[in-house]
């Protein structure tokens, strides 16, 4: 019988966070993964560099939005555009987005201006982002149940 | 167990639009009929069939080993800036009708995504839009 409803409260927050902990330790895991595919893609040749240099995949929750990542790999495109002429393309820093209290999410981007011709022109010839988060959006849901698993057994 | 292999699952979905009684409703809204249905290698033709237009590209086939597998395409809906995307977006209600859960052999397909209204500059600025379909069979 409880008759701790405080103490009950506690442990409940304490499951709470630990459930999260994981599932976040099991998506930035994955992410790496996803991250790794997405640079190796062969959907385009790319010019200047910029796009496989600063494609980032990262897991934002509500006390982090992903920033300082997405600054370091804005930081890498301008790098590689710098003095290039090949295109008119810049780097291109976009916030990734808040999310609210008790959700997670994993981002795959490439902080440039021109990122969104890829994935679009000539019906997606060149996309890679879309396809894959395609590729990836089971593996990512799967490597966090098997991360809370784990914490819990 | 009877399987499709890729090839022929990407023919499957092709020519529900393309030639079968299932896509007659889109090919009747089409700038040419089944013309204006192509591959989305079409895309870098020259000569575009007549607008509205839609091109299947085939996406990655998701799931690992004892899974589902998931076969992505998507359907690329296009026309002409004057538009102003209200075709596109007649059509697409008639391709997601097009594609009843069990019309591809041995899985099932469903709509899983489409996308916004946007402009592709590599063709000249016609509107664009994408539907996503994921047809799902056991490995």
């Known amino acids: ?153 | 167990m009877t399987q499709l292999n890729p090839q022929a699952i990407t023919a499957a979905v092709y020519a529900r639009i393309k030639s079968e009684l299932g896509g007659a409703a889109v090919r009747a809204q089409l700038g040419a009929g089944a013309a204006s249905v192509l591959p989305a290698s079409g895309l870098r033709s020259n000569a575009l069939p007549a607008r509205p237009l839609v091109a299947l590209r085939p996406g990655v086939i998701a799931g690992e080993s004892l899974e589902m597998r998931e076969h992505i395409f998507t359907w690329w809906l296009y026309d002409e800036p004057a538009q102003n995307g209200w075709r596109i977006s007649g059509l697409l209600p008639l391709l997601e009708g097009a594609y009843p859960q069990l019309s591809i052999p041995y899985g099932r397909v469903k709509v899983t995504g489409i996308g916004q209204e946007t402009i592709d500059d590599a063709l000249g600025g016609l509107i664009a839009r994408s539907l996503q379909l994921t047809y799902t069979r056991r490995a």
């Not at chain 1, 300082?68 to 780097?91: D, M």
């Open chain 1, 1 to 153: 019988m409880i008759d701790d409803f405080a103490q009950l409260e506690r442990e409940l927050d304490e499951l709470t966070r630990r459930i999260t902990a994981a599932a976040r330790r099991g998506l930035e895991a994955e992410a790496q993964a996803m991250e790794r595919d997405a640079k190796n893609t062969s959907a385009y040749l790319g010019m200047s560099g910029a796009t496989r240099a600063s494609t980032i995949a990262f897991v934002v929750d509500e006390g982090d939005d992903g920033s300082a990542r997405l600054a370091a790999a804005y930081a890498t495109a301008a790098e590689h555009l710098a003095g290039f002429v090949g295109h008119a393309g810049n780097a291109h820093l976009e916030p990734s987005g808040a999310v609210g209290p008790g959700e997670i999410a994993v981002v795959l981007t490439v902080p440039t201006d021109y990122i969104d011709n890829l994935e679009i022109e000539h019906g997606g010839e060149k996309a890679f982002i879309g396809p894959t988060m395609d590729k990836f959006r089971s593996r990512l849901a799967r490597r966090a149940a098997r991360s809370i698993r784990e914490e819990l057994s």
